[in-house]
């Protein structure tokens, strides 16, 4: 017997087009089941993937204010005094990208950058830090031992002594 026989469906005999329409798509609440379910996967994703990239320019960061303290021994070895960003940049030592993120609006992978000379040239100070509170949550700092300290993050404010960090240890 064919399971379309209107005797065992009584609902066909007065409308055969009804099975076919009952698999025709999704229902409203599937739909909704759906969305919520990759509504819930987003909250759970979103906050781990900006943890991430928080990391990731910090990371970079540490990494930069290391280029920059090995640039300034190389500069010192050549010129007998530290330089400036500008000048590791005229010397060639540094690239422009990093030489150039000194202001938000040129932030290298969301970071800031600055070279405090002190002493006359006897000196020196670099330092990082997030362009916005939501590039990163620490500064670093370096100076002539080219130890790497961190701060305590303070947007836009790129650090100027190494007082005050905690010496960095990956």
Known sequence: MNVTDSRLRPDLATNPARETREQAGFSLIELLIVVAIIGI???IAIPNLLASRRAANEASAISAVRTISSAEASYFSSHNSFGTLADLKNSQMLDAQLAGATAVGTAKNGYIFG??????GSGYVAGAAPATSAQGNRNFSSDEPGVIYVHPGNAANVPVSTAGGTAFSN
């Not at 070279?115 to 006359?120: E, N």
Request: neutral net charge; proline residues 0%; without cysteine.
């Open 115 to 120: 070279v405090l000379v002190t002493g006359g």
């Open 41 to 43: 996967v987003a909250a």
